[in-house]
């Protein structure tokens, strides 16, 4: 596997799925891999990134942009909200936005630095008590909650649970978004990313698949 074969299978679903070449972006999920392996994606032409943790990607990255030039930076993880202010100087967009507090950290910055980042709200559609995300029953309110707050979220996100037909999740999210008037579909990793774009996925995230298996986080 590598990128240019997941690039290929991701070209050939949206062709299946009667979508543009362009219609969804491929992330590549560099958490905790090796720099080597990130410098051989960014020589290979790729932009597009995805981190899981604020302070390995403050980390890396600075000096990976110097030198590679513009890279678009995704926080695909957790995000606690006092590390919000140095994600939103990181990251171009936040798939992980989960709760009212996020929310009225995110909307402060917003407010003073006059831009914030893309954002996306991240759902919990299997509705599993160990997993992050809103309930599917409170998601409209939710939208409604970040707009008041000045904030425009441009997409959903969702994790499907592992063992789960992701399909039905997928479905989900699609008429979740569509009903709060949202074109962002973030879903999709490298076990199912196909499925994702039949679906309508806008954003794959996609790991392993690309780099290779992680080395364990110390």
Partial sequence: MGLTDITARMQAALAQAGR??????????SKIQPLDRVEAVLDQGHRVFGENYVQEAAAKWPDLRA?????????????????????ADLFDAIHTL??????????????????????????????????????????????AMVRALDL????????????????????????????????????GMSSDFEVAIAHGATHIRVGSAIFGARAPRG
């Fill in 152 to 187: 425009i979220p441009v997409g959903l996100m969702c994790i499907p649970p592992e063992d789960a037909d992701p399909a039905p999740h997928f479905a989900m999210l699609a008429a979740m978004a569509a009903r709060n008037g949202l074109t962002g579909l973030s879903m």
């Fill in 20 to 29: 543009a070449p362009d219609a969804a972006t491929l992330i590549a999920v």
């Fill in 67 to 87: 030198r590679f030039g513009p890279v678009t930076l995704h926080m695909i993880g957790p995000l606690q909200s006092n590390k919000a202010r140095v994600a």
């Fill in 98 to 143: 989960d709760r009212a507090s996020l929310a009225e950290k995110l909307g402060t910055l917003a407010q003073a630095r006059g831009a914030c980042p893309q954002l996306f709200i991240q759902v919990n559609t299997g509705e599993e008590p160990q997993k992050a995300g809103v309930l599917p029953g409170d998601l409209d309110r939710f939208v």
